[in-house]
DNA sequence: TCATTAAATGCACTTCCATTGCATTTCATT
DNA sequence: AATGAAATGCAATGGAAGTGCATTTAATGA
């Protein structure tokens, strides 16, 4: 078990303490997050600073970006051992018609999609919308 | 078969040159088309216009709205006899890195989707990216 | 045909989010 | 402590979606 400090730096991200702080956010959050989500966390800080470091986060492998189809782009932490680029580990995700919650569904594997003669698929996006199970009164 | 005049008309679409341009034009791309590609195309029209044309379009079900990851809507005429409201129904699409074009591969329906125990699917969009078939030298 | 009326169009404006340039501050290293 | 590079903060930009309202167009009936 590592801390958050050694998982940056092994991740070639310079600690500060921005990141650590919005580290921590997304980790305690269990679902996707949006720009603005983080900056209602952070009113002290400034959004391009916010911007940045989930910028960083994305290009560095610790965070992916979703698009869920709301037009606002969400961010959510890579799981332990996720690489997002591969498309065989691609997971889906999931956005609430209700609390318009959007959550990734890491064990949900994006099953193989055919595509026809002549192309090529090298990444997919699936997103299911509907209703969450907190919202279904499960 | 019918006129896109007739087709206009059962679905309650009032005919004007406009529209008429506008369906011509989308029913000859075999591509989805952005706003600013239909606005390139009718310099003279207005690009509200334009907008609001496509906006009827949709609700009135002969043309529907892709959200390829790009970030800007594309639009593309239905087929024969599309239901894009109903799941079951939806088809898949696909986005070139290349060509930066994107296609409905109506033929490819998306497969059933499993998701957790207390969520209801309602709506699914699927977008495979990769290199289309122009692109690839098929 | 002409008057009436509703819908379609055009223009201006707004909003929202993503993104960038640049000055300043912080931090690691020597 | 001095240096340089990276991070941060502030201001501004850009792109696309969407709206309010005045004007034009087109369908309808007198
Ligand atoms: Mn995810
Ligand atoms: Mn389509
Ligand atoms: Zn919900
Ligand atoms: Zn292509």
């Known amino acids: 078990m590592q801390t958050i400090e050694q998982l940056l730096e092994s991740k070639d991200i310079r600690v500060t303490a921005m990141r650590l702080l919005i580290y921590k956010f997304l980790a305690q959050k269990q679902i996707a997050v949006t720009l ?10 400034d959004r391009t600073t916010l911007y940045r470091t989930v910028k960083t986060f994305e290009e560095k492998g610790i965070a992916h970006q979703i698009d869920d ?24 995700h999931f956005h609430c018609n209700i609390c318009n919650e959007t959550i990734c569904l890491t064990e949900h594997k994006i099953p193989q999609i055919k595509v026809p ?5 090298e990444n997919v996006n699936l997103v299911v919308k509907g209703i969450c199970d907190k919202c279904s009164g499960h």
Not at 36 to 45: G, L, Q, T, V
Not at 72 to 88: D, H, V
Not at 117 to 121: A, C, I, R
């Open 36 to 45: 603005s989500d983080i900056e209602n966390a952070f009113e002290k800080a």
């Open 69 to 92: 189809g709301t037009g606002i782009t969400k961010y959510a932490l890579c799981e332990e051992g996720c690489s997002c680029e591969i498309e065989t580990d691609l997971h889906l």
């Open 117 to 121: 003669e002549g192309f090529v698929s």
